[in-house]
């Protein structure tokens, strides 16, 4: 992580782990874990959307580890997880299965969040043994499925071949990101957050951002234009919410509509007005609350002994 993009200070700064381990993904990948709360506490796995890392999820990790064991891992060649050629839709279902294994026990079951590419990674793997063994209930946020680059608005231009093209132009450049300024904070602010955003909460997605290797960013951008999980959805048995920011010009409302549709056990879509595609920090105690309430309707924990 560049001097220049490191988080030293404030609520999205690095948080101490109870446990840090090393997940090994099926080609080898090697995958940094982080193991939060009690080891006794229902388990909630927490997974990342594109170019960002642990860090993103701070303020849930903050709120959950009172009463939960939340587990945050970097996707393969984000935070501290080293970078792999094979940047695929099946290597984001592999990497996810080899979490579940490397930190839940045989039947036990965890809720799952996953934001943006993250959420992805949670549809691909929904047919997957482990995540079949493991999951007892899913929160998808910011994300979608499908035709991703075609309905992205981050370009304010009409829907078409041209917009699709441009977009596939910007999403996939390889031009360095560079130190976080003034003018990168807008930048990323129109693309990726809503317009009421506090200044510090853009500053800490930006510096996460800019944290992501620039080959990296550029080789899974490549997945998003022939991505399709529409196959995959159906598969997505166990109760899920979608959240989703009215604001959100990477994946756009339509994508939660359409997944809220989709799904065998839609618990319902919460769309956020005003909020934009970075809804676990933009709106963080609604999508904390959402995760809290998943737990205790979903995870059985063991009765508390009365002392005799």
Request: a neutral charge; glycine letters at 8%.
């Amino acid at each position: 992580m560049s001097r220049l993009t490191r988080i030293t200070s404030g609520p999205y700064a690095p948080l101490p782990a109870a446990r840090e381990l090393t997940a090994v993904s099926a080609d080898g990948s090697r995958l940094h874990v982080e193991v939060h709360g009690p080891d006794d506490a229902p388990a909630v796995v927490l997974a990342h959307g594109w170019t960002c890392s642990t860090l993103f999820w701070s303020a849930q990790i903050r709120e959950l580890t009172a009463h939960h064991r939340v587990i945050a891992y970097d996707q393969r060649g984000h935070g501290r997880s080293p970078a792999s050629p094979v940047c695929t839709g099946d290597a984001l279902a592999d990497d996810l299965e080899a979490v579940l294994t490397a930190t839940l026990a045989p039947g036990e079951r965890a809720v799952i969040a996953g934001h943006s590419m993250g959420g992805m990674a949670i549809m691909a793997a929904s047919a997957r043994p482990a995540f079949r063994e493991h999951a007892a209930a899913v929160l998808l946020c910011s994300t979608g499925g499908s035709r991703l680059v075609a309905e992205s608005t981050v370009l304010p231009l009409r829907p078409g071949r041209v917009r699709t093209w441009l977009t596939r132009r910007v999403l996939g450049s390889r031009a360095p990101l560079g130190p976080v300024t003034p003018l990168s904070r807008r930048i990323l602010k129109y693309g990726t957050m809503g317009p009421a955003s506090a200044p510090h909460l853009v500053d800490a997605c930006a510096r996460i951002v800019h944290a992501c290797p620039t080959r990296v960013r550029h080789a899974w951008s490549q997945l998003f234009e022939p991505l399709d999980l529409g196959s995959a959805v159906g598969e997505l048995r166990v109760p899920t919410e979608v959240v989703a920011g009215s604001a959100d010009r990477l994946t756009p409302p339509v994508h939660a509509r359409t997944l809220a549709a989709a799904l065998p056990d839609c618990l319902g879509l919460t769309e956020l007005p005003g909020i934009g595609h970075m809804t676990p920090v933009e709106a963080p105690e609604l999508v904390t609350g959402k995760i809290g309430a998943l737990v205790a309707a979903h995870i059985r924990t063991a009765p508390v002994e009365e002392s005799a």
